[in-house]
């Protein structure tokens, strides 16, 4: 089985961007986990990971996620290779989503309501 759930916050509002006759997303999420370090005092470390969307997902993501909102991905890991530029092979590690929950960070607008 390949499933991967995180739970972080995103680090930048996302970009949508047609691929063929399909939109995708490429979300970048933060990760923090807490330890004790040798001296036994609690340290930080954040982790930096990317998540693709597609679809209708993507337009879904691209639509109501922004910068700094908290969100819950479930999807499976996927590995890919290409040849730069330079002609040096690059690995690229990524998630791929099946499934997101979110809580926006963004305040909601005041409704105008007559009292």
């Given at each position: ?5 995180l ?22 999420v ?16 954040t ?28 999807g ?13 092979k ?26």
């Amino acid at each position: 089985m390949n499933k991967v759930i995180l739970c972080g916050n995103v680090g930048k509002d996302p970009e949508l961007k047609n691929v063929g006759s399909t939109q995708l997303v490429n979300l970048s999420v933060a990760t923090t986990r807490n330890f004790k370090n040798k001296e036994d005092k609690w340290e930080q470390q954040t982790s930096w990971h990317t998540v693709t969307f597609w679809g209708k997902q993507a337009e879904a993501i691209a639509k109501n996620i922004r910068k700094g909102d908290m969100v819950t991905i479930e999807g499976e890991l996927n590995y890919s290779n290409y040849e730069d530029k330079e002609g040096k092979k690059v690995y690229k590690t990524e998630i791929r989503a099946n499934h997101f929950y979110y809580k926006s960070s963004s305040p909601k607008p005041e409704s105008s309501g007559g009292e």
